[in-house]
């Protein structure tokens, strides 16, 4: 573990289904301490309603607005807006403006794995692959191994924002 940086577009970058993960500190790269992880995303897009059982997780707005939806709140998310969610509350967002870039905190690290089982290696950003469906029972599995449980569907389709 020793000093490191990534510009912008620097990281190992992961297609998931329909959106562009980059890691951007690793369990490796920090000790184990935490696990940090861009993620951009196009309208409409977000993950379905999870659970991380070993992690504490953060969210940052960088660019876009989001609906985050964390336990009972729904929250209004734009640049700049910062979200906690402890370990084993359920959460989920959805990008409502054209595009949206949010970094996601994991503490502790770990998490990274994960991103790299279930993504595809992405080593050209202007060709991205095209979307796909996820393998639910594969994706559920890989998630059980890291603490992590899906108990919903994404959200419902947004609305323009911009």
Known sequence: MGLYWLDRDEGEALWMFDVLDTIKASADQTGNSFTLVETINSRGTGPPLHVHDRFDRGLYVVE???????????????????????????????????????????VPGGSDGF??????????????????????????NVA??????????PLGSAEPAD
């Open 144 to 153: 059980a191994q890291y603490g992590m449980r899906f108990v919903g569907p």
């Open 64 to 106: 876009g607005e989001y609906t985050v939806v964390v336990g009972d709140k729904s929250i209004r998310a734009r640049a700049g807006t910062w979200i906690f969610v402890p370990r084993s509350v359920p959460h989920t967002w959805r990008c409502d403006s054209s595009e949206g870039r949010i970094l996601a905190l994991l």
């Open 115 to 140: 991103f790299r089982e279930v993504g595809e290696p992405v080593t050209d950003r202007s060709q991205l692959p095209p979307g796909r469906v996820p393998d639910v029972e594969r994706l559920s």
